[in-house]
């Protein structure tokens, strides 16, 4: 169809508000805050996309999903379609729709964004097509053709995820093996239901079992086997690592043993997860805090304390030892946080954490900070100021101050680590071990979803090339100093993978990470 052409003073100059649940009446479910768009809404927001030759968002893309594209197709009413392009190079539209930080990616670039105007609402655009999907029960399942080649993969997170969905669409037999009960990795255990429902994210993993790969959950991988039994006795011709960081940190100032101080890893896992906040329904009760004070103005932390107030705490503070330009939680977390009645306390510090005698919280003493010289994340750093220090009131003590990579993987197998505990892999994701590669939080650190969806995707085409199928790349460009595993007797830094093809073999012809 013949497209008028766009121009800045053409389209609609206000961008499309999604509906929103009132503050007030939110904070005491934990339904979906961002109601997101009418059909209506979104032929409106299609309407602003210019169709722009140089396609600025499509780099800004992680995964480069084709955006004038599918927002094309929306206002051409081919929802079908546009749901075929996203699902091209995205398999969890209506959860990057969700939770991506677009506004630092593809619509930072936005050429409509570039003036005066607000850039194309392109995340609520793909949500709005991931549910339609959703209901209507679309899947873009491809016809498979078995290779006979088994992979492994350790992690159910979105790295995993994406590494499996391309691994069984090249015709492996992929298995999915998931320490917790139910897979989805963080989307599932740390991202609260009134940000993204868990309905969603299970209709997104059904789509992936309907591509025929098995989730053996309750598997703590490390603990059960080992990486090197996976490649060398369970007879996985390949495996992908995506375990994420989800070690958390602590300060290691006084206070830190008493009960009440707890990581926002843990309150997010027994509220979400183990559904603590379902009690007596679920039997796993969750003792909420009635001041809740939680360090750390990331992701996690909004949604610890957003969840702190759903919970019935009835005051909740942010501690934070810069300020709000600074904090890395996406804009729009921080306005619902705010919206919601949490007290912000920047540039501020916390020194010791207060014992009520009776080994648990009663307080929390804290300094006031003032902004010195950038450091080397180039933030200015935070100085104390001398004789500021001040103390308040609070039960239950949060900490989102950051996490590291999940250890048991690094500590029970013989992969290199870097000096932090993460896998080291080359460009093309290959870890040190012939067979095995890793991707997403275990690799680069806490990161975003769509950035380990795009790791699990690129492990994905370093291991068909190893494995020798089609779709591949030149994969060990650029291999890890030092010793490298020797698959066919070569090193493989010196050779093009992707020219070397193998014929299907069995698992009980297989030994060792090379296929024999
Ligand atoms: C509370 C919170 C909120 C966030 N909000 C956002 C957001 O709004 N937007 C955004 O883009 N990003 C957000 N992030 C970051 C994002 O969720 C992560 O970057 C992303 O999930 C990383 O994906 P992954 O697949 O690498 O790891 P994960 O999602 O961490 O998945 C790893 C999986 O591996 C499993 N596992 C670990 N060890 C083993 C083992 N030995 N054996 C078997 N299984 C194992 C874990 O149980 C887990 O299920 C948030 C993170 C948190 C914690
Ligand atoms: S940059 Fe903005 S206007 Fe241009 S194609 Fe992408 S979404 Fe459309």
Redesign the pocket.
């Not at 897979?183 to 991202?191: A, R």
């Not at 991707?439 to 275990?442: P, S």
């Not at 806490?446 to 380990?452: K, N, Q, S």
């Given at each position: 169809m013949a497209v008028k052409k766009r121009t800045i003073r053409t389209i609609p100059q206000e961008r499309t508000p999604a509906r929103e649940q009132d503050a007030v009446e939110r904070v005491k479910n934990f339904r979906e805050v961002n109601c997101g768009y009418t059909q209506e809404n979104a032929l409106r927001e299609a309407e602003r996309c210019m169709y722009c030759p140089e396609q600025p968002c499509v780099a800004g893309c992680p995964v480069n999903i084709d955006i004038p594209g599918f927002i094309q197709k929306i206002s051409e009413k081919n929802f079908r379609g546009a749901y075929d392009t996203i699902t091209d190079t995205n398999l969890l539209p209506a959860i990057c729709g969700r939770?991506?930080?677009q506004e630092t990616q593809c619509e930072q670039v936005c050429t409509v964004g570039d003036g005066k105007l607000e850039p194309v609402a392109i995340g609520r655009l793909e949500r709005w097509v991931g549910d339609m999907a959703i209901a209507e029960n679309w899947t873009n399942i491809p016809y498979i053709e078995p290779n006979g080649l088994r992979v492994g993969i350790?992690?159910?997170?979105?790295?995993?995820m994406a590494c499996a969905a391309d691994m069984a669409k090249a015709g492996c037999e992929v298995t999915v093996?998931?320490?917790?009960h139910e897979?989805?990795?963080?989307?599932?255990?740390?991202?609260p239901d009134f940000?993204l429902p868990n309905e969603v994210i299970d209709a997104e993993i059904d789509n992936l079992v309907r591509l025929g790969i098995r989730f053996e959950c309750n598997?703590?991988?490390?603990?059960l086997f080992t990486i090197e039994q996976m490649v060398e006795e369970m007879g996985f011709h390949a495996v992908f690592i995506?375990?994420?960081?989800?070690y958390p940190s602590f300060m290691g100032i006084n206070g830190e043993s008493l009960n009440g101080v707890l990581s926002?890893?843990e309150l997010?896992t027994r509220c979400n997860l183990m559904r603590g906040r379902d009690f007596p329904d679920f039997d796993t009760p969750i003792q909420p805090g009635k001041r809740v004070a939680v360090i750390g103005a990331g992701?996690?932390a909004m949604?610890a304390m957003r969840v702190s107030l759903r919970l019935g705490a009835e005051k909740v503070y942010c501690i934070y030892r810069r300020t709000l330009a600074e904090a890395p939680a996406?804009i729009e977390?921080i306005h619902h946080a705010e919206e919601e009645g949490i007290e912000f306390h920047w540039l501020t510090s916390p020194v010791e954490i207060l014992d009520d005698g009776n080994k648990g919280v009663r307080g929390m003493r804290c300094i006031k900070m003032e902004l010195g010289e950038p450091d080397d994340s180039g933030r200015r750093r935070p100085v104390p100021i001398e004789g500021s220090e001040f103390e308040f009131e609070a039960d239950m003590i949060v900490y989102a101050i950051g996490?590291n990579a999940?250890p048991?993987?690094g500590q029970t197998s013989r992969l290199k680590l870097n000096k932090w505990g993460y896998i080291e892999t080359n460009e093309g994701l290959a870890a040190s071990i012939a067979g095995v590669f890793a991707?997403?939080?275990?690799v680069t650190g806490?990161?975003?979803?769509?950035?380990?969806m795009g790791a699990?995707r690129r492990a994905a085409q370093s291991m068909k090339a190893w494995l020798g199928l089609r779709d591949t790349e030149v994969v060990y460009r650029d291999p890890p100093d030092g010793p490298v595993d020797r698959p066919f007797g070569f090193d493989p830094s010196e050779h093009d993978f992707a020219l070397v093809r193998i014929p299907a073999h069995s698992a009980a012809t297989t030994t060792g990470g090379a296929p024999a």
């Open positions: 939770v991506c930080p350790v992690g159910s997170g979105p790295a995993g093996f998931e320490a917790f897979p989805g990795g963080v989307l599932k255990y740390g991202i940000r598997t703590l991988v490390g603990r995506g375990t994420g960081a989800g926002a890893n997010l992701n996690t949604d996406r977390e996490t999940n048991i993987i991707g997403g939080d275990i806490a990161a975003t979803v769509i950035e380990a699990g």
